[in-house]
């Protein structure tokens, strides 16, 4: 079983800054991809950031320069730093661990920290 715990979240005014944390636990294949998603209202779920065990990061075009995802192997643990925090940024975010072991993709979602930005 893999156990993932979001933290976090909460409410910030435009232009400031809130950091997610995201733990892994449990039986989890060493070569995978953590990330965050997120769920606007009346939206569907899309990718924000993920970074791979290797070190590859990716971002979506409407956070690139103000988020900055960071992951930390040894814990199972990523992060992400987001900054100049917009309205639009409201959302649930969802942290997301996945792999492909023996040709099977194995997929695990947190529970979701609420994230508004609000003056």
């Known amino acids: 079983q893999v156990h993932l715990v979001e933290s976090g979240g909460g409410l910030v005014q435009p232009g400031g800054s809130l950091r997610l944390s995201c733990a892994a636990s449990?039986?989890?294949?060493?070569?995978?991809?953590m990330g965050w998603y997120r769920q606007a209202q009346g939206k569907e779920r899309e990718l924000v950031a993920a970074a791979t065990s290797a070190g590859f990061r990716n971002y979506a075009a409407s956070v690139k320069g103000r988020f900055t995802i960071s992951r930390d192997n040894a814990k199972n643990t990523i992060y992400l730093q987001m900054n100049s925090l917009k309205p639009e940024d409201t959302a649930v975010y969802y942290c997301?661990?996945?792999?492909?072991?023996?040709?099977?993709?194995?997929?695990?979602w947190g529970q979701g920290t609420q994230v508004t930005v609000s003056s």
């Open positions: 449990g039986s989890i294949f060493s070569i995978n991809v």
């Open positions: 997301n661990l996945n792999w492909i072991e023996n040709t099977e993709k194995y997929d695990h």
